[in-house]
Nanobody
Framework: QVQLVESGGGLVQPGGSLRLSCAASGSIFSMYTMGWYRQAPDKQRELVAEVTYYGVTNYADAVKGRFTISRDNAKGTVYLQMNSLKPEDTALYYC??????WGQGTQVTVSA
């Protein structure tokens, strides 16, 4: 069974940057689509970005041009580089392997 462990969240000022990491174990990482989702208080969980095992990426309109998803198959890790952060990016960010499962989440708070 896959285990996903996120890291890199924190508090950042508007306009700042953060890099999230998700380390996977227990599966053949390179075979699966990996994604980042987020859930803000009182809102549904939503897709932020995903990358297939071919390296094809897909982004939510709200983050296009600001966020970049990447993967290192040798390390079994997927990253989310987040630039020009806005208060509305504040949420719990989850890593997902498809198929496979979810991580526990890492909190991102954008506030002055």
């Amino acid at each position: 069974q896959v285990q996903l462990v996120e890291s890199g969240g924190g508090l950042v000022q508007p306009g700042g940057s953060l890099r999230l990491s998700c380390a996977a174990s227990g599966s053949i990482f390179s075979m699966y689509t990996m994604g980042w989702y987020r859930q803000a208080p009182d809102k549904q969980r939503e897709l932020v970005a995903e990358v297939t095992y071919y390296g094809v990426t897909n982004y939510a309109d709200a983050v296009k041009g600001r966020f970049t998803i990447s993967r290192d198959n040798a390390k079994g890790t997927v990253y989310l580089q987040m630039n020009s952060l806005k208060p509305e990016d504040t949420a719990l960010y989850y890593c997902k392997q498809t198929p496979g499962g979810w991580g526990q989440g890492t909190q991102v708070t954008v506030s002055a």
